[in-house]
């Protein structure tokens, strides 16, 4: 049987290599726009490396689009129905956080991603990485203190927070269970 995380590591480095010479971009040019170093951007689009969330947002950022359209544009295939043993699963193997993309490929502006982030975990991303979405995100269970800039959103289950203005931003699941939540966001 395959190893299927090293088959996504491998599909997001092809992605990424693919994006960048979409754009005619030198690896330096890419780590440059993205102030990750060339030789983990050279690892990443080679498969040897699986990389944390944070530095693909950096990556993702560096093209002008989000965490998610990356991953989604490195995994889906195509077609209507995102059947559940076909969606793409990526596990951050700095947090353990597992991230789901529910959405089938499409030219609609919706993604719907579905993230359990394991108790006690924490995952940050910088304003650039909401720069070109809005996001709304759907507490299902578990307890998430969301932090957007300077606000701290203390979620419980059921509750649902419409994001503001792009701002840095904290997910944090305080506990004693994993936060499971539901992202809606729309581009552009």
């Known amino acids: 049987m395959a190893d299927i995380s090293n088959d996504i590591t491998s599909t997001i480095g092809k992605r990424i290599r693919s994006e960048r010479d979409l754009r005619g971009w030198s690896l ?7 102030v990750v170093s060339k030789a983990m951007l ?4 080679r498969g ?17 689009m989000t965490l998610s359209t990356l991953i989604a544009r490195a995994e889906t ?7 559940k043993d076909e969606q793409s699963v990526w596990r951050d193997p700095a947090t353990g956080y597992v991230r789901r993309h529910l959405s089938p490929a499409s030219q609609m502006p919706l993604e719907l991603i579905r993230v359990s982030l394991p108790a006690g975990a924490k995952v940050s991303f910088p304003a ?7 996001q709304q995100i759907w507490l299902i269970g ?3 203190d969301f932090t957007e800039g300077d606000v701290l959103h203390r979620l419980e289950p059921g509750d649902c927070l419409a994001l503001g203005a792009p701002s840095d931003c904290t997910f944090h699941a305080p506990g004693p269970e994993a936060a499971d939540y539901l992202v809606a966001l729309v581009r552009g």
Request: glycine share 12%.
């Open 42 to 45: 050279s690892a990443m689009e």
């Open 142 to 144: 578990g307890r998430l």
């Open 128 to 134: 650039a990485s909401y720069a070109f979405i809005k």
């Open 28 to 34: 330096a040019e890419l780590a440059e726009r993205s």
């Open 48 to 64: 040897k490396t699986s990389p944390t969330a944070a530095l693909l947002v950096r990556v993702a950022s560096a093209f002008g």
């Open 77 to 83: 295939q195509g077609g209507g129905v995102a059947r």
